[in-house]
């Protein structure tokens, strides 16, 4: 299938989500014009939308905070689906509890210029919900101001005002349920509102400015109209800049209010020129007259309808900068996760597979260091061709206009080991040999193609909840891979240079050896035991003090730090953390072999990995 081809059923499913469910098979029909295979493809996508809906997998991206937590969404089926708040799950590479679980829902338009419409319906309903409440606000001002200021006994005016706030509050009743509304519908209330406000302006205008000419005192009725000015301008400002809408759509709605009250007056001229008399006496007058008064009144409205157009204009594009940067090839950005060796990783879903995704980026402008950019690069090749279920999937690839690489990895479900910790302290000893031989196979995988991780640690080992299992052991950033010593490859760091975490690091990383093998990584691993064991690593302190312990003082025996670590599985840590190179394991092979016959191994399984998690 072409991109032209996948751009077109991109267009028709967003757009279709925007739609009534009742009216939306008609609406396919049409739009499809008679291709049937696009009917049946945007018809699949939206059956799976739906089923995802029914699974309670997909909700609302966070597009606005204020917006999203009180809107709903329409299944093809036609009934509502609340937004449901995410359950306390860890996100991949940190971030806490209350943020960190992901439920997508497709709401991208492909094209050129990517604008979401459920957003759109979304904004614009929540806009348009507070919208008439300000109407409110302002129709009440001055309906007191005219009773206790004016002592106005017109009672039709009264009567109109009364009517508008029972419309505009009807509008916020409706606004605020959840009856679905179209984006044309939300447009047409908004133009609706905004009539009915230009409407009372222009009748209050007339009545008034009529009353005080008949009673032959126009400086009242030039005050009203002064008056009527102030209002229509407010009217303008908010308009125009609040409700989000192009400039040629601005255009169209404060364009014709800004000659409102002069239309009006020169109705009123024409209707009752005996009584309006005085406005063509004034007329020719040089000083004060109605001339200079009122064009200069016009003349400010036009300055605030340009600004508003304008205003309009620049607001639009923001937004839609906005929306593009938070959108990556075929990926849109829900929020960030946390932050890496070589970049910051956060929530994506893919625009068509509605698949959620992690995805890591680094921008060019904020990397000083031409060579980060090349481990990064480095580091999706290398992960890449890696394919072991325990190793972190990598999806795609790609690189932005401005210069931005990303790589899009398979969103983990679950806590990192380092979290594990932290929320219960040290692990029972079979849970950590369950965890830990699954690391030794993905790091066999990598040491048979010649890669070394150097920065195995517990917050880039992941206990993940993956295909209906519980505890999948994921291995995860491979920013500092490089290839062994042994194979001949473009060395992306300076002799000397050390790269790594000092609690986790072996001796010979933390003296900056260039020529480390796959037995630097067994060190890292024998780390990380001691800290799900003990709840602490080997050595404690900052980084130089860390780094010249891992390479000169004896390791405390973890059975001296906490109770009931069996001693065949302490002997296998102690000689993973081997100051020696070749007193350690020689392989993760071996090492997976050695806690596969730790006694422990039994006392943790599948069953009650599973029973944890759900005592979570």
């Known amino acids: 299938m072409t991109p032209e081809r996948w751009r077109r059923i991109g267009e028709l499913f967003a757009m279709a ?9 008609a609406w396919l029909r049409e739009a499809c014009r008679g291709d049937k295979s696009l009917e049946a493809e945007v018809a699949r996508l939206l059956g799976q939308d739906e089923m995802a809906d029914g699974d309670r997998f997909l909700a609302s991206p966070e597009l606005s905070d204020q917006v999203l937590d009180q809107t709903e969404c329409w299944t093809s089926r036609g009934r509502r689906r609340p937004r449901s708040e ?41 806009r348009l919900r507070e919208l008439p409440m300000i109407y409110i606000s302002i129709v009440a001002m001055a309906a007191c101001w005219s009773y206790f200021i004016l002592r106005s006994d017109d009672n039709a005016i009264y009567y109109i005002n009364a009517s508008i706030v029972a419309c505009l509050a009807g509008v916020v009743i409706l606004l605020s349920s959840r009856w679905p509304i179209s984006l044309a519908h939300l447009k047409a209330l908004e133009l609706g509102m905004i009539a009915i406000l230009a409407a009372r302006v222009a009748i209050v205008e007339y009545r008034l400015v009529l009353k005080f000419s008949l009673r032959h005192e126009p400086v009242m009725a030039q005050l009203t109209v002064k008056n009527i000015v102030l209002v229509t301008a407010v009217l303008i400002v908010i308009h125009g800049l609040y409700v989000p809408k192009t400039w040629r759509r601005a255009a169209v709605v404060v364009g014709p209010l800004a000659l409102l009250p002069f239309a009006t007056l020169w109705v009123l001229f024409l209707r009752h020129p005996d009584a309006m008399s005085w406005l063509k006496q004034r007329w020719g007058e040089r000083r004060n007259s109605s001339l200079s008064l009122f064009t200069f009144d016009a003349m400010i409205l036009l300055i605030l309808a340009l600004g508003s157009v304008f205003g309009a204009r620049a607001i639009s594009r923001l937004r839609r900068q906005v929306a593009e940067a938070r959108e990556l090839g075929q990926y849109r950005l829900q ?19 509605k698949r959620p995704c992690a995805l890591k980026l680094i921008r060019a402008s904020s990397v000083e260091d031409p060579t980060t950019l090349a481990r990064f690069e480095r580091e999706v090749r290398l992960t890449a061709t890696l394919s072991h279920p325990n190793t972190v999937e990598i999806y795609d690839y790609g690189r932005t206009e401005d210069g931005t690489d990303y790589y ?6 679950g806590l990192s080991l380092e979290d594990l910790v932290r929320r219960g302290g040290a692990l029972p000893p079979g849970r ?41 052991a994921k291995l995860l950033d491979f920013g500092l891979v490089r290839p062994a010593p042994t194979l001949q490859s473009t060395q992306l760091s300076e002799e000397g240079q050390i790269l790594g975490t000092p609690a986790f690091m072996s001796p010979e990383q933390a003296m900056g050896r260039r020529e480390i093998d796959e037995r630097s990584d067994i060190y890292s691993l024998g780390a990380v035991a001691y800290y799900l064991l003990t709840g602490r690593p080997p050595f404690e302190g900052n980084g130089i003090k860390v780094m010249i312990a891992h390479t000169r003082d004896p390791v405390v ?44 191994v039994a006392d943790w399984d599948r069953d009650r990995a599973a029973q944890w998690w759900q005592d979570l």
Not at 17 to 25: A, D, K, T
Not at 105 to 120: H, M
Not at 439 to 463: Q, T
């Open 432 to 472: 950590v040999v369950y965890l830990l031989r699954q690391v030794c196979l993905a790091l066999r995988e990598a040491h048979a193609a010649g890669l070394i991780h150097r920065d195995i640690k517990p917050s880039n080992i992941f206990a993940a909840r993956r295909g209906g299992l519980d505890d999948v």
């Open 86 to 126: 995410p359950e306390p799950i860890d996100p991949l590479l940190g971030g806490s509890a209350a943020d960190s679980d992901f439920s997508p829902k497709s709401v991208i338009a492909a094209g050129s210029r990517p604008q979401l419409i459920s957003e759109s319906v979304s904004v614009v309903r929540a």
């Open 335 to 353: 929020r960030k996760l946390g932050a890496g060796g070589m970049g910051e990783v956060y929530l994506a879903e893919h625009q068509l597979l």
């Open 557 to 600: 025996a973890p059975s001296l730090i906490r109770d009931g670590i069996p001693p065949d599985l302490e002997r296998v840590v102690l000689r993973c953390l081997a100051k020696d190179v070749a007193n350690r394991f020689a392989n993760a092979e071996s090492l997976e072999r050695a806690l596969g016959e730790c006694g422990c």
């Open 408 to 413: 899009v990895m398979e969103y983990l479900r």
């Open 17 to 25: 989500l925007g739609i009534n469910p009742v009216e939306r098979e």
